[in-house]
């Protein structure tokens, strides 16, 4: 009894401090959570606009897809289906990879046949500056534009300029080199999977 | 306030302007150092990380001068961690929310404000022992003297290395912008010179 009570009087202020504090961040986080959702949306819209400049709107598509993330644990991925007037011109999902000092976030756009990238950019990084956070260059990204949308293989050697599964890496950041191009080819093969058995797209 | 017979305006101005020049925590208690060469490359930036240390300076003081009386000196850094660390969530989130892309450019230097020294110290230099107005000034000083530097740092680095100020252009067509100095080398430069300047002040002056 006496050590309890020993245990209050030393550490009330810190149980207090500790409910008060958390009660403030989610109060803080309530108020702010869907204009941060809207911020987020909207600049998937943006990035989504960049890759597919043909389409006209985007939509989240009925299905969802259930998958498995880099480490393995299941995810449920959202699925934007991009149109211009009736026809599909494209899908977008968004791909997370494990970077260099944080995770990197993705927006991956496909063909409406998922049959090659319209391409890639980077919804949320923190790689180095000058260094890993060059993957959001064009140089580096120029290279996914047309490629298949399947397995990609990153290579240290090459011309960067030929279209094909080979991603040549960024000199000097070969750990965010290698995320983008392990969490594009994880994601396009079980996306594309799934969508075929969902019937979204042909077999 | 200048009337007040205690003497406590002269020691309000006195905290006020030490956190400008006298214990600048920049250039003369060299406090905060990762933000200061981290987030100096522009102007927007720079002020955009020195109203976020304002604002938890002046939360946390307040907090830790209200909380002061009831501390236990064995809690006293876990309490100030916890303290900071709320409110740096609160103003991460208050970025993302109104300045998301200004939020993105910061990066992780925003939740890194929780081990800022700045913070800490004045955690437990003043508002430990201080009532709160003087906690607050001190707060306001020092978040102010930390503003000023870096956006005097930033100003410098933005000029030199790109040609413009604030985003506008402001040197003549012909000059031939230092990119190196936009870079982290750079800030270690700029801040070596102004340290330097500063002491060459300080001396003369005393």
Known sequence: ??????????????????FFFGLLIAVTNAALSARITWNATAKLNTLAGGLLPEAEAFAPAKETLDIAALGGKPQTLALYKATKGDETVGWIFTAVGSGFADKIELVVAVDARFEKLAGFDVLASNETPGFGDQIKYDYFRNQFKGAPA????????GNSETIDAEIVTISGATVSSTAVVEAMSHYLVQVKEQMRQKGLIEP | MTTNPDGQAGAYTKTLLAGLWRENPVFRLLLGMCPTLAVTAAVKPALT??????????????????MRNFLKPHLRILMFTLTISTFVTI????????LPAMSEKLGPYVPLIIVNCIII?????????SPMLMSVIDAIGMGVGFTVTLCVLAGVREVIGTGKFFEIQVMPSGFVPWAALTMPVGAFITLGFLLGLVNLISRKHS
């Open chain 1, 150 to 157: 399947g397995t990609l293989t990153l290579v240290s050697g």
């Open chain 1, 1 to 18: 009894m006496r050590s309890i009570k020993h245990f209050f009087e030393q550490s009330w202020l810190l149980i207090v401090a500790s």
């Open chain 2, 49 to 66: 990380m020195g109203f976020c240390v304002i604002f938890v300076l002046i939360c946390s003081n307040i907090m830790v001068s209200l």
């Open chain 2, 91 to 98: 103003a991460d989130l208050l970025l993302k929310a109104f």
């Open chain 2, 121 to 129: 110290c004045r955690a437990e230099a003043c508002a430990s022992k």
